[in-house]
Nanobody, 124 residues
């Protein structure tokens, strides 16, 4: 199993930037596909971005394309989500997750390991 801990959330004004980090421990991080999800109260958890185990490919939800960048440093066992041009509608709890699947899953049920989440609040 891999354990995940997110950090980097906070309060930012619209148009600002944040970088979320996901520190992994336990089994080698390089074995897992990684995803970033977000959730607001009363709504389902939605994928924001996913990245393959070797970092060679990534997917994004349409609403963040061109603004968010997912990356990973397997040598540091850490994943990242760089969020630029933030909007109030990006406000949510953000979670990183790991999957043993070779492809990049886009649904939460396909991820087996989750962090505790970090809050991102974007003020208008």
């Amino acid at each position: 199993q891999v354990q995940l801990v997110e950090s980097g959330g906070g309060l930012v004004q619209a148009g600002g930037s944040l970088r979320l980090s996901c520190a992994a421990s336990g089994r080698p991080f390089s074995m897992y596909t990684m995803g970033w999800f977000r959730q607001v109260p009363g709504k389902e958890r939605e994928i924001v971005a996913g990245i393959s185990a070797n970092g060679g490919s990534a997917v994004y939800v349409d609403s963040v394309k061109g603004r968010f960048t997912i990356s990973r440093d397997n040598a540091k066992n850490t994943g990242y989500l760089q969020m630029n041009s933030l909007k109030p509608e990006d406000t949510a709890t953000y979670f990183c997750a790991a999957s043993g699947l070779l492809r990049i899953p886009t649904t939460s049920k396909e991820y087996t390991n989750w962090g505790q989440g970090t809050q991102v609040t974007v003020s208008s």
